[in-house]
């Protein structure tokens, strides 16, 4: 069993910069590529970024790219969201979440292929 929990969100002032983490635990060899996702009230869940076990490869949608990017330390069993020039339009819930591709070098951007999921950390960005 998967287990994954984010932390580093928190109310931040518009331009500011955070940087979240999705750290993994239990059976953390089935943990392959790894997304984070936001979800606002009333909207769906958004795939942000993504990025294979290597790390080779990357997907950034379009609504972030030039701000944030992802990364990931394998021995520490921890993917990371930096977040620069924070709008308050990116104010929501942002989760992470591992599929079990059974591949190094393979990005996830459909929601079905994600399999385990942390609980959220919340971000808001003040005007």
């Known amino acids: 069993q998967v287990r994954l929990v984010e932390s580093g969100g928190g109310l931040v002032q518009t331009g500011a910069s955070l940087r979240l983490s999705c750290e993994a635990s239990?059976?953390?060899?089935?943990?392959?590529?790894v997304g984070w996702f936001r979800q606002a009230p009333g909207k769906e869940r958004e795939l942000l970024l993504a990025?294979?076990?290597?790390?080779?490869?990357?997907y950034v949608a379009d609504s972030v790219k030039g701000r944030f990017t992802i990364s990931r330390d394998n021995a520490k069993n921890t993917v990371y969201l930096q977040m620069n020039s924070l709008k308050p339009e990116d104010t929501s819930l942002y989760i992470c979440?591992?599929?079990?591709?059974?591949?190094?070098?393979?990005?996830?951007?459909?929601?079905?292929?994600?399999?385990?999921w942390g609980q959220g950390t919340q971000v808001t960005v003040s005007s």
């Open positions: 239990g059976s953390t060899g089935d943990v392959y590529g």
């Open positions: 990025i294979s076990r290597s790390g080779s490869n990357t």
């Open positions: 979440a591992s599929d079990r591709s059974y591949s190094n070098d393979y990005v996830g951007t459909l929601l079905s292929r994600y399999v385990d």
